[in-house]
């Protein structure tokens, strides 16, 4: 009896100790920028004539189709390629853009600073951006 409820104990101990799975967030919209800092410095602000990076307004990231991504950038250009978000959600993956921005071998990766909802993503770059003096950037994302 004891070594029934030893054995019972230790499976309870098990199944409690699983890893949750974790759902994947729901980003499939077409996102253009609210808001955008360069280091923690606010450059844009959508509908403000005075923005010091008014290129921004350009600024779309298309993820309505499951794996593929179309991302214009500050300067408006157009690179396609896949997207992914990492196992735990922390991260937004844009891998095998062409064509490949500047020294980055064609990925450009976020890391998710918030948990995302229907009406806003937080993104915030995981290395600086070229294009932007080797700032590293931090977008607040709304649905077009």
Same mark, same amino acid.
């Given at each position: ?6 054995? +019972? ?16 967030? *729901?980003? @499939?919209?077409?996102?253009? $920028? /609210?808001?955008?800092? #360069? ?10 004539? $005075? ?5 921004? $307004? /350009?600024?779309?990231?298309? +993820? ?14 157009? +690179? ?7 196992? *735990? ?5 844009? #891998? ?6 500047? #020294? ?13 909802? /229907? ?5 915030? /770059? ?6 932007? @003096? ?5 977008? #607040?994302?709304?649905?077009?």
């Amino acid at each position: 009896m004891m070594k029934n409820n030893l054995y +019972l104990m230790v499976m309870l101990l098990l199944i409690a100790c699983q890893p949750k799975k974790v759902e994947p967030a *729901d980003i @499939g919209l077409l996102w253009k $920028a /609210r808001t955008v800092k #360069e280091n923690g410095v606010l450059v844009y602000t959508e509908g403000n004539p $005075a923005n010091a990076r008014p290129g921004y $307004a /350009r600024l779309r990231l298309d +993820l309505t189709q499951k794996e593929q991504v179309v991302f214009f950038d500050i300067d408006g250009r157009r +690179l396609v390629g896949q997207w992914s978000l990492s196992t *735990d959600n922390n991260r937004l993956i844009l #891998e095998n853009l062409t064509p490949p921005p500047s #020294e980055s071998a064609g990925n450009i990766e976020f890391y998710i600073t918030e948990k995302p909802a /229907r009406d806003k993503l937080l993104l915030k /770059r995981t290395n600086e951006s070229r294009k932007t @003096g080797n700032t590293v950037n931090e977008y #607040e994302l709304v649905p077009e």
